[in-house]
């Protein structure tokens, strides 16, 4: 019997090298993702889903799409610290919209409302991104992301 390995790992590159590298020594390579079904269809069919490792962060964050009257120069990046475990980036994309998405770490959430939105930006460390999206156009909903951890 075929020696089995679940990888899961959103960074294709880094997953193909090691399914390349796993498939060489012999081994059964599922290498689906995060969201991989494998294990519930090896406990399905009565067979132990394999074991874990578990790798978290605690990374939460939100982000939208908005636009400005008057286009910034710059790209905006306000880094998480140890004891300000929040930060926010702000950089342009296609059609003169501007992706912004805050993010917090061990318990602090970005929240995804309009309102929250705009308010935890102004508890950043520097009160420039916050600035910014007050003057800013929102053109997407607000879009959360709690779960982030690797499997």
Same mark, same amino acid.
């Given at each position: 019997?075929?020696?089995?390995?679940?990888?899961?790992?959103?960074? *294709?590159?880094?997953?193909?090298?090691?399914?390349?590298? +796993? *498939?060489?020594?012999?081994?059964?390579?599922?290498?689906?993702?995060?969201?991989?079904?494998?294990?519930?269809?090896?406990?399905?069919?009565?067979?132990?889903?394999?074991? *874990?490792?578990?790798?978290?962060?605690?990374?939460?964050?939100?982000?939208?799409?908005?636009?400005?009257?008057?286009?910034?120069?710059?790209?905006? +990046?306000?880094?998480?610290?140890?004891?300000?475990?929040?930060?926010?980036?702000?950089?342009?994309?296609?059609?003169?919209?501007? +992706?912004?998405?805050?993010?917090?770490?061990?318990?602090?959430?970005?929240?995804?409302?309009? *309102?929250?939105?705009?308010?935890?930006?102004?508890?950043?460390?520097?009160?420039?991104?916050?600035?910014?999206?007050?003057?800013?156009?929102?053109?997407?909903?607000?879009?959360?992301?709690?779960?982030?951890?690797?499997?």
């Amino acid at each position: 019997m075929t020696a089995r390995i679940l990888i899961v790992e959103d960074e *294709e590159p880094l997953t193909l090298i090691l399914r390349y590298n +796993l *498939e060489s020594e012999g081994y059964a390579v599922d290498a689906s993702g995060r969201g991989s079904r494998t294990p519930r269809w090896l406990e399905a069919l009565g067979l132990p889903a394999p074991a *874990e490792d578990i790798v978290d962060a605690q990374l939460a964050y939100a982000t939208r799409m908005v636009r400005f009257a008057d286009e910034p120069a710059d790209a905006v +990046l306000l880094q998480a610290r140890p004891r300000l475990r929040r930060g926010g980036a702000m950089m342009p994309v296609e059609g003169g919209r501007w +992706l912004v998405t805050l993010q917090g770490y061990v318990g602090i959430r970005a929240l995804t409302d309009e *309102e929250a939105f705009l308010d935890y930006a102004a508890t950043l460390a520097h009160p420039h991104l916050h600035r910014m999206l007050k003057a800013a156009e929102p053109v997407s909903p607000v879009y959360g992301f709690l779960e982030t951890s690797n499997r």
